[in-house]
């Protein structure tokens, strides 16, 4: 298979299946393994019906949900999908009530393929983004007080996720109190 008909088959698989799980069995492969790597997902077994599964759990709740691919990559037997999905919340998801609201969230998605099928998928999403979507959680920014001001100035390593660097040593960021400008001083 050639990396282009790699880059299809995954996706087929992220942005058709969704809304017609009988494309599962073509293009799964009859031991297919989907390592959901989110902790809200329940465990949804192996095979082609995993998907189907996961794909209804999804669907159900967020029926105009859509996808679209920001970014592909393919080497080797991998193809690496990067997307967006947006829709609105109109039903029971992972056992939050329906909220009416729009959620817009992003995923990756890593598929090994062979034999012209999908063999195994590990897709992680933006899970705690979705939460304050959600009304569940308050968001970061609440929760840091950032829109109230309470945190003018934060280390640039509160904000780079701890990525340790020289350039981000002793740096700060100063956060406007309107939006999110940032000035690195």
Not at 1 to 30: G, Q
Request: charged share 20%; hydrophobic share 45%; glycine share 8%.
């Amino acid at each position: 298979m050639t990396p282009e008909e790699a880059c299809a088959l995954a996706i087929r698989c992220r942005v058709e299946l969704p809304r017609k799980p009988e494309l599962a069995d073509e293009i799964l492969a009859p031991g297919f393994v989907l390592h959901a790597l989110d902790p809200l997902t329940p465990p949804l077994g192996m095979g082609a019906e995993s998907l189907k599964r996961a794909a209804q759990l999804y669907i159900s709740a967020v029926p105009d949900m859509a996808f679209k691919v920001e970014d592909i990559v393919a080497a080797g037997d991998r193809v690496s999908v990067r997307w967006t999905s947006e829709g609105t919340h109109t039903a029971r998801l992972l056992g939050f009530p329906a909220t009416r609201k729009r959620l817009k969230f992003q995923g990756i998605d890593m598929f090994r393929i062979s034999d012209g099928k999908i063999q195994e998928a590990w897709t992680s999403w933006d899970v705690l983004g979705v939460l304050p979507q959600l009304g569940v959680i308050p968001s970061l920014g609440a929760v840091l007080g950032l829109h109230l001001g309470l945190f003018p100035r934060l280390p640039l390593w509160v904000l780079n996720r701890g990525q340790s660097s020289k350039a981000a040593q002793g740096s700060s960021v100063e956060l406007s109190k309107v939006g999110s400008a940032t000035r690195e001083t």
